[in-house]
């Protein structure tokens, strides 16, 4: 638990990373969405483009930018320091560390998606996934 806590509080530090995997997408989510009228229009089914598939493409960029970007520079930088090599003479273990690094990065997604709903609910008037899995 305390090496979770510690992981969150160097995550947390990160603030361009937060300012990628959390700003961005709802920046995105709302600029383009007030900007171009055809988002909020309904199509011939019905739905917006706002309210079906541009919150699930901002989720995707969020979550992409944390497995493709975040993850692996925390990762790299850990082995540079010789951090992963002094940890495999502890009884904690690299495996740890690394399960608590996807921890935290699923952690940020799920706020991250939370805070798509809604921001998507409050500016657009979106309804939330029936469905949340």
Known sequence: MKLLVTETKLHLREWP????????????????GLSIPDFTRADAGGERFVDAQWPSMMTLLSLLTLS?????????????QGVLRRMSTTPVGPGRLLGVQLLINLGIGIVTTTLLILTGALVF???APRQMG
Do not use: D, H
């Open 17 to 32: 990373l937060l300012l990628f995997t959390v700003l961005l997408p709802l920046a995105l989510l709302v600029v383009l």
């Open 68 to 80: 493709c970007s975040a993850l692996p520079a925390t990762l790299v930088t850990y082995r540079e």
């Open 125 to 127: 008037g979106s309804a």
